[in-house]
């Protein structure tokens, strides 16, 4: 593990990590989740400098595992904050090492990992403000303009699919994705679902279909057979995370890239993707990967290995993360009318989280640190002390 010493000549010092929850009101069954509704814990760093740092963590409440938001501040509030207590918000690295040290035992994977990424982009946060300059301009500065693709509608039926994803096109994005797993779809609807929506935006849009991995490989190797001639851009997370077998026999078997990482955690469980030769491009999520700091890591070493990276969803903090770097391909962007991100798009203000797209662009965010900032009406509403 080795010995790691706190610095002792710093002058900020954290003094708090303070949690806040919000549930929507909505069900989330138009997505395919009945019974389901989404949450956000909003977590705070609080340093003796009067300077605060914002990030959250999504979670649901759900009939079959209850409320997710509880765990997630139990860990933060109980746990991780009396590692953090008294410690320099610039020394990211001691503490990031420090909290996984901690937790190796009991969460290498999961909601620990994800209470660890809060904490880690609060860090930057506060890193960003100090510094006044946003996050991707500390981290690299490479460009002011992010690729983005179109989430469409997950659960539509293949016409009214088609339909969206049209649209976004006319809109001007270049890229959609939808599900196509056991989720939501059998293998011939997803099959229709792709049919439909290659037929009406043509052969020049990029079309991408998400299995959430609920398929076996067996199953996978025989469906990409069939969906070769619709010129997908990828298949995303076509059989089971931990499939690692699995990924490499779908390769060496179709010509359509393979991408996946969206349930995969820290620089090792990416290492063992990467080096076994399973995919074609990564999607590591800041917040599930454990924070900016690992997420830099795993595309140093991506980047060793020429696998592009592609992150899913958050859209606010990964326009930072493609700002920052080469080798990224674009990010999943969930525009106003999509409910996936509906919790997200009412509780925070603009332009913490870029709302609208342009020629399949959005800007780099401007606000210093993250740019995470409350809107007050929205928090009064889906507070869940109400």
């Given at each position: 593990?080795?010995?790691?010493?706190?610095?002792e000549?710093?002058?900020?010092?954290?003094?708090?990590?303070?949690?806040?929850?919000?549930?929507?009101?909505?069900?989330?069954?138009?997505?395919?989740?009945?019974?389901?509704?989404?949450?956000?814990?909003?977590?705070?760093?609080?340093?003796?400098?009067?300077?605060?740092g914002?990030?959250?963590?999504?979670?649901?409440y759900?009939?079959?595992?209850?409320?997710?938001?509880?765990h997630?501040?139990?860990?933060?509030?109980?746990n991780?904050?009396?590692?953090?207590?008294?410690?320099?918000?610039?020394?990211?690295?001691?503490?990031?090492?420090?909290?996984?040290?901690?937790?190796?035992?009991?969460?290498?994977?999961g909601l620990?990992?994800?209470?660890?990424?809060?904490?880690d982009?609060?860090?930057?946060?506060?890193?960003g403000?100090?510094?006044?300059?946003?996050?991707?301009?500390?981290?690299?500065?490479y460009?002011?303009?992010?690729?983005?693709?179109?989430?469409?509608?997950?659960?539509?039926?293949?016409?009214?699919?088609?339909?969206r994803?049209?649209?976004?096109?006319?809109?001007?994005?270049?890229?959609?994705?939808?599900?196509g797993?056991?989720?939501?779809?059998?293998?011939e609807?997803a099959?229709?679902?792709?049919?439909?929506v290659r037929?009406?935006?043509?052969?020049?849009v990029?079309?991408?279909?998400?299995?959430?991995?609920t398929?076996?490989?067996?199953?996978?190797?025989?469906?990409?057979?069939?969906?070769?001639?619709?010129?997908?851009?990828?298949i995303?997370?076509?059989?089971?995370p931990?499939?690692?077998?699995?990924?490499?026999?779908?390769?060496?078997?179709?010509?359509?890239?393979?991408?996946?990482g969206?349930?995969?955690?820290?620089?090792?469980d990416?290492?063992?993707?990467?080096?076994?030769g399973?995919?074609?491009?990564?999607?590591?999520?800041?917040?599930?990967?454990?924070?900016?700091?690992?997420?830099?890591?795993?595309?140093?070493?991506?980047?060793?290995?020429?696998?592009?990276?592609?992150?899913?969803?958050?859209q606010?903090?990964?326009?930072?993360?493609?700002?920052?770097?080469?080798?990224?391909?674009?990010?999943?962007?969930?525009?106003k009318?999509?409910?996936?991100?509906?919790?997200?798009?009412n509780?925070f203000?603009?332009?913490?989280?870029p709302?609208?797209?342009?020629?399949?662009?959005i800007?780099?965010?401007?606000?210093p640190g993250?740019?995470?900032?409350?809107?007050?009406?929205?928090?009064?509403?889906?507070?869940s002390?109400?």
């Open positions: 593990m080795g010995h790691f010493q706190s610095f000549d710093t002058s900020m010092k954290i003094t708090d990590v303070k949690t806040e929850k919000y549930t929507a009101k909505e069900d989330m069954g138009k997505m395919g989740e009945s019974g389901s509704f989404s949450e956000i814990v909003l977590v705070e760093v609080l340093t003796d400098e009067g300077v605060t914002r990030s959250y963590i999504p979670t649901q759900s009939r079959s595992l209850g409320r997710l938001s509880d997630a501040c139990a860990i933060l509030n109980k991780l904050k009396r590692i953090v207590l008294g410690q320099d918000p610039f020394s990211y690295q001691f503490v990031w090492e420090k909290i996984y040290n901690s937790i190796t035992r009991w969460g290498r994977r620990w990992i994800h209470c660890l990424g809060a904490i982009i609060a860090l930057w946060d506060i890193i403000k100090v510094a006044k300059q946003p996050l991707w301009k500390l981290l690299g500065g460009r002011e303009k992010v690729p983005v693709y179109a989430n469409c509608a997950f659960t539509l039926p293949p016409e009214q699919l088609a339909k994803a049209l649209e976004y096109v006319e809109q001007g994005f270049k890229g959609v994705k939808f599900r797993g056991m989720v939501d779809a059998t293998p609807v099959t229709c679902r792709i049919k439909a037929e009406a935006v043509g052969p020049d990029a079309v991408m279909v998400d299995i959430n991995g398929w076996d490989a067996d199953t996978a190797i025989r469906m990409c057979r069939k969906w070769e001639r619709y010129d997908l851009f990828w995303e997370e076509p059989v089971h931990d499939d690692i077998p699995g990924f490499k026999r779908l390769k060496r078997t179709t010509s359509i890239p393979i991408a996946t969206e349930q995969h955690t820290t620089r090792f990416f290492r063992q993707l990467i080096e076994s399973a995919v074609d491009i990564i999607q590591p999520g800041v917040r599930r990967v454990g924070g900016v700091t690992e997420w830099m890591k795993i595309w140093s070493l991506a980047t060793m290995y020429s696998i592009p990276l592609a992150p899913p969803t958050d606010y903090l990964h326009a930072h993360m493609l700002a920052a770097v080469p080798n990224t391909v674009w990010i999943e962007f969930c525009a009318d999509n409910a996936f991100l509906q919790l997200q798009h509780l203000r603009e332009p913490h989280e709302k609208t797209a342009k020629d399949s662009y800007d780099a965010p401007r606000r993250v740019g995470l900032e409350l809107d007050p009406e929205a928090a009064r509403l889906y507070s002390q109400r």
